[in-house]
């Protein structure tokens, strides 16, 4: 098991950013493809980037651009760094991770088998 933690979620206003971080503990992220889903209120989950153990990056329409995903092995941590926040991007945030193959970035949650608690991420008009 590799326990992800999530942190870096909060309040902020329309057209801010912020900048998210899983750390995983216990076995190191490499062998894994990483990916960020978020679920707002009366919603299903989604999924919004991944990033391949390759280094290869998928995003979500509603978020290229704006939102860029980055991995340090080193470090056992993934980010997601969230720019030109909007009001609908409000949803709890998830990290998980996928044993996929190394230039695979799986977008069903199915392919996902360990998960986080999740931060929640606010964006005010």
């Known amino acids: 098991q590799v326990p992800l933690v999530e942190s870096g979620g909060g309040l902020v206003q329309a057209g801010g950013s912020l900048r998210l971080s899983c750390a995983a503990s216990?076995?190191?992220?490499?062998?894994?493809?990483m990916g960020w889903f978020r679920q707002a209120p009366g919603k299903e989950r989604e999924f919004v980037s991944g990033i391949s153990q390759s280094g290869g990056r998928t995003s979500a329409d509603s978020v290229k651009g704006r939102f860029t995903i980055s991995r340090d092995n080193a470090k056992n941590t993934v980010y997601l760094e969230m720019n030109s926040l909007k009001p609908e991007d409000t949803a709890v945030y998830y990290c998980?991770?996928?044993?996929?193959?190394?230039?695979?970035?799986?977008?069903?949650?199915?392919?996902?088998?360990?998960w986080g608690q999740g931060t929640q991420v606010t964006v005010s008009t």
């Open positions: 216990g076995r190191t992220i490499s062998g894994y493809t």
């Open positions: 998980a991770a996928s044993p996929a193959s190394p230039w695979v970035v799986p977008l069903s949650l199915s392919r996902y088998e360990l």
